[in-house]
């Protein structure tokens, strides 16, 4: 089985940073990409960013683009996701999941096309 474990939310001030992890087991071969996402109460899910197992190459939405980083250890088969000058707006909860493909393609920010989903962690940016 594939299994997918967020960690690293949290309550932060505005302006202030996380970094997210997503652990991958169970795989046998590691050869996805990997997506974030995101879902605040009452919206739909929300594609955050994408990194390309081979070449590592990195995709983000534009609410997120020069504050988030995604960046990934291969061999130890996790993702992180470093999240700064945080807004209210990015109160969220926010999943992990792997690609159907190798490399990210222009429909990664689709949840569909996405095969394995973590449980969450929750992301709170408050006052």
């Known amino acids: 089985q594939v299994q997918l474990v967020e960690s690293g939310g949290g309550l932060v001030q505005p302006g202030g940073s996380l970094r997210l992890s997503c652990a991958a087991s169970?795989?046998?071969?590691?050869?996805?990409?990997i997506g974030w996402f995101r879902q605040a109460p009452g919206k739909e899910r929300e594609g955050v960013s994408c990194?390309?197992?081979?070449?590592?190459?990195?995709y983000y939405s534009n609410s997120v683009k020069g504050r988030f980083t995604i960046s990934r250890d291969n061999a130890k088969n996790t993702v992180y996701l470093q999240m700064n000058s945080l807004k209210p707006e990015d109160t969220a909860v926010y999943y992990c999941?792997?690609?159907?493909?190798?490399?990210?393609?222009?429909?990664?920010?689709?949840?569909?096309?996405?095969?394995?989903w973590g449980q969450g962690t929750q992301v709170t940016v408050s006052s």
């Open positions: 999941a792997t690609y159907r493909f190798g490399v990210c393609t222009s429909a990664w920010g689709s949840h569909r096309e996405y095969d394995y």
């Open positions: 990194i390309s197992r081979s070449d590592g190459n990195t």
């Open positions: 169970g795989f046998t071969r590691a050869l996805y990409a």
